[in-house]
Structures are given as structure tokens and as C-alpha cells.
């Protein structure tokens, strides 16, 4: 079920962290490519931009899905929030039904399945949305990228005494690694749920913080804290932690911190 590669690629979330790597990387493959923007934006680099909203206005976000997906085969679904990924997602799919998409490719995030938290349950409903849509599809798990590590680290380093949460523990990837894994995927046959991707390396926080710290050459206490009840358990048990199987990215974080700092 080989998708056109002269139809344009539709891509949610297009200029987020994740899509801002996955859109020039489909660009150099020679696919055109169509992005999915809440703002009216002119077009650039071979790129196109077609306005929706997927938690707009109901009737409204349906029209322009429907004008956004003519012609495409393959949409990569990269948006996500602190909350409402489920319900996108549903908007999406229903729109994709409509339009008869050829392969749905959908991020979600390790543990989605394990831990106790809104957000996990909202990426796992967005799972079940997807595979159950009737459409060729292909779900990727993906660890916390490092952009996310760096943002909750500098946050806590910032405060006179460091929290960190004993047995918590992140096994941080490189966005630019999700993003070319995919590219790939979109651009291969649908595979429904693929292997788990996380980094390198299993860090507890109080490990990403104190490398960060000596890259920013400062010097914190770090107090030890427990986090209390099933989200604490799940954690310390190590649920967002990358099952066996799992592919793993290259790039570490003392490498993303040294390149990131440098910038």
C-alpha cells in the first residue's frame, strides 16, 4: 500500500520541537508537504500550510480538515499538549476516515499504557483511536526527548536547594532521532505499533540535574523527596522506562547539554 509520493504528506504539529526536524527531513526526501497550522502562513521552502484548528470549533475544525487532507495518503500526527491529545486525535481520525488516508503515523510516548497520569492516559486513548480507526497506521513510542529533560532540570536548578525525586528515573532521546525514525516510518509500509524508541542511557533525575549543573558550572544541593502514591510507585518500578526490544538513539544527554549550552 505504497502512498504517492507526488501526493503531499499532511504533518500535525508541523512547527513544534518535534515537527520543526520532521518537516525538512520529508522536504529532502522529495515528498511535498502540507502542515496543519492554527495561524494562516505563507507558504516557504516547498512547504505548504493549510489552517485547522483540531480542538477548535467541531464543525469549523472538520471543514478544514476535510480542505487540508485533499490529495493526501500519509499524515504524521506530531501535535500534542499537556492535555487533549485524545480528543485531537479523535477529530483527526474521524477526518481521516473521511478522506480515506492510505497510513495515519502517530507519536506517543513510552509508559503511555503504565502511568497513572492524564497525560499518559490522554497519548494511550490517542493509541487506541488510532488502531482502532480502520486505517493503515503506524504508532511509534518515544522516551522524553532531551529538550524536556533540559526544561525540567533548568527549572529545579534555578531554586536555592535542588528537589530530587528519589527512584525516578529518565532514559531522555534525541528529538532528532525521532524525528528521522519517523520519516522513515511515514515513508515505509504501515507497521502498527513499532518498537519502543528511547536514548542511550537510564539517568535518575537527581543525575540529569547534577550534569547539568557541572555544564553550567554551578553547584546546588540536592535535596532527596519521595514522590508519593501510584504515580511514585509506577516510577520508581521504572514504567516509562523502555521495554525489552526497544531501539535506542546515539546521542547522550552529557552531548545535547554540551551542544546546547555551547549554543
Not at 45 to 73: M, Q
Not at 77 to 101: E, S, Y
Not at 157 to 170: E, F, I, S, T, Y
Request: glycine share 10%; hydrophobic share 45%; with cysteine.
Amino acid at each position: 500500500m505504497t502512498s504517492n509520493p507526488v501526493n503531499p504528506v499532511l504533518v500535525t504539529g508541523g512547527t513544534g520541537t518535534l515537527g520543526r526536524h520532521v518537516v525538512p527531513l520529508l522536504c529532502a526526501a522529495g515528498r511535498p508537504v502540507r502542515v496543519l497550522s492554527r495561524r494562516r502562513r505563507a507558504a516557504a521552502d516547498g512547504v505548504t500550510y493549510a489552517r485547522g484548528d483540531l480542538l477548535g470549533d467541531p464543525a469549523e475544525a472538520a471543514v478544514r480538515l476535510d480542505e487540508a487532507l485533499t490529495g493526501v495518503d500519509t499524515v504524521l500526527h506530531l501535535a500534542g499538549g499537556p492535555k487533549g491529545d485524545d480528543t485531537a486525535t479523535a477529530v483527526l481520525v474521524a477526518a481521516a476516515r473521511r478522506a480515506g488516508v492510505r497510513h495515519l503515523v502517530y507519536i506517543s510516548v513510552i509508559g503511555a499504557d503504565r502511568i497513572p497520569l492524564g497525560y499518559f492516559r490522554a497519548k494511550l486513548a490517542a493509541e487506541e483511536a488510532v488502531a482502532g480507526s480502520g486505517l493503515p497506521y503506524t504508532v511509534l513510542r518515544a522516551a522524553q526527548f532531551h529538550d524536556l529533560a533540559f526544561t525540567v532540570v533548568e527549572k529545579m536548578a534555578k531554586l536555592p536547594v535542588v528537589p530530587a525525586p528519589g527512584g525516578v528515573r529518565w532514559q531522555p532521546v534525541d528529538v532528532r532521532e525521532v524525528a528521522a525514525r519517523m520519516v522513515e516510518l511515514a515513508l515505509d509500509e504501515p507497521a502498527g505499533a513499532v518498537p519502543d524508541l528511547a536514548g542511550p542511557t537510564v539517568y535518575e533525575m537527581r543525575e540529569l540535574t547534577r550534569r547539568y549543573l557541572e555544564a553550567r558550572g554551578r553547584g546546588r544541593r540536592q535535596l532527596p523527596v519521595r514522590v508519593p502514591g501510584k504515580v511514585g510507585r509506577a516510577y520508581r518500578a521504572g514504567e516509562n522506562l523502555a521495554r525489552p526490544g526497544a531501539e535506542h538513539g546515539r546521542r547522550t544527554w552529557e552531548e545535547y547539554l554540551a551542544q546546547r549550552l555551547a549554543a
